[in-house]
């Protein structure tokens, strides 16, 4: 899917739904979505192809996309909510709701299919309570697919919070997220 190509207001425009003046009022937004977008987009607007970055940037600051971050990033590049939200709900890396403590990541690409990554994955599903998408009841753990991740002749591989692991059985995913739970414990200790 092609991302819509957005075209910004230029600096100083009132712009069809504001512009820049909306856009500074929007930086000074009490609402962290709206803040954050605003910032985001003033960073990005003015090059090709902005959408994604600016989806990036909020994803980072506040761990997903709110509903009230669209409408600002939809004025900002003259798109409209609609538009903004097709490219949110197409792509699975961005979500509308804050994470788990933890990001699992469990490979569903063809080399770690053939390797057994379907019987990983019916085992995180159940050892976490949750199927993909989800998180789990006591929010630690959010659970997602990915479409490879580098580690084809590794096989099956995931990623924990950024940090992939290779040739996981069952029994070492159990491992890597009682280690990643300790660690949560300690640190709130």
Known sequence: MSTPQATPNPPGSAGARGGESALSAARQSATPAVKAAAQAATQWRGQPGALLPILHDVQDQLGCIPADAVPTIAEALNLSRAEVHGVVSFYPHFRTEPAGQHVLEVCRAESCQAMGAEGLADHAR???????????????????????????????????????HARVTPDKLDRILDRAMQRTQEATA
């Open 126 to 164: 159940q050892a976490l309570g949750c199927d993909f998408h989800g998180t789990t009841s006591d929010g630690t753990v959010t659970l997602e697919p990915v479409y490879c991740l580098g580690l084809c002749a590794q096989s099956p591989a995931v990623m924990l919070d950024g940090k992939p």
